[in-house]
C-alpha cells in the first residue's frame, strides 16, 4: 500500500495502516530526534509523541505539500526543538537561580538564537522545491551519502548534487531574507 492508502486506512481507524507507517518511518523519525537530543529517552517519546499524533490526527497530512516521510521529519523536528527548548528553558532558570549578577544583553542574544534558529530553517526548508528538500533531508537529517541519496530517490549522482547544491543556495537566501546573516555557512 502507498503511503497515502496508509492514511486513508488510519483515518477509518485502522491500527494496521499506522503499524505500517511506523514500521516504514520510525527509524528516520527516531534517528532525527535522536541527533537533534542526542538522548535515547527523549528520541522515544518524540517518535511516540509523532506517530501518536498522527494516529489522532491523520487529515493533517496532505500528499500535495510532500512526502509522508517529511510529513513525520518535520513533525519529528518541530517535537524536537520544543524538547530541546524546554530542556534550555529548564536550564537557564538553574543557572539564573545560581548566578548572582544579571545577564549581559550578548548572553540574552545569544541565548535567544540558539532557541530559534532550528525555526528559521524549518521554514527556510518549507521554501524550497520539494525535490530539492527530499534530497537535503535524506543527506542532511537521515545522514545519507550523495550516492545513497540518488539510490533512494532513483535518480542520477549529479541531479541529486544540483538539487542539494540549489536547495541550500535558496535556503540561504531565505535565511538571509529573514535577517539570519549567520546563513553564509550553508
Not at 543527506?139 to 540549489?166: C, M, N, W
Request: hydrophobic fraction near 40%.
Amino acid at each position: 500500500m502507498s503511503d497515502a492508502q496508509l492514511i486513508t486506512t488510519i483515518t477509518c481507524g485502522g491500527d494496521i495502516g499506522l503499524d505500517e507507517v511506523y514500521r516504514r518511518h520510525a527509524g528516520a523519525v527516531y534517528g532525527l530526534a535522536w541527533r537533534l537530543l542526542k538522548s535515547a529517552s527523549e528520541a522515544e517519546d518524540v517518535t511516540q509523541e509523532v506517530f501518536l499524533g498522527l494516529w489522532r490526527q491523520p487529515d493533517r497530512f496532505d500528499p500535495a505539500r510532500g512526502t509522508l516521510r517529511s510529513f513525520l521529519l518535520v513533525q519529528a523536528h518541530g517535537r524536537a526543538v520544543d524538547a530541546i527548548r524546554t530542556l534550555n528553558a529548564r536550564r537557564l532558570r538553574e543557572a539564573g537561580d545560581a548566578r548572582t549578577g544579571p545577564s549581559t544583553d550578548d548572553d540574552l542574544f545569544h541565548e535567544y538564537w540558539e532557541l530559534n534558529r532550528d525555526d528559521y530553517v524549518v521554514r527556510a526548508l518549507e521554501e524550497i522545491h520539494p525535490e530539492e528538500r527530499r534530497a537535503i533531508e535524506l543527506a542532511f537529517f537521515d545522514g545519507h551519502s550523495y550516492v545513497e541519496v540518488a539510490h533512494l530517490l532513483q535518480q542520477p549522482e549529479g541531479t541529486v548534487k544540483s538539487r542539494i547544491r540549489s536547495g541550500m543556495r535558496r535556503m540561504r537566501q531565505v535565511l538571509l531574507e529573514a535577517g539570519i546573516h549567520g546563513a553564509n555557512a550553508c
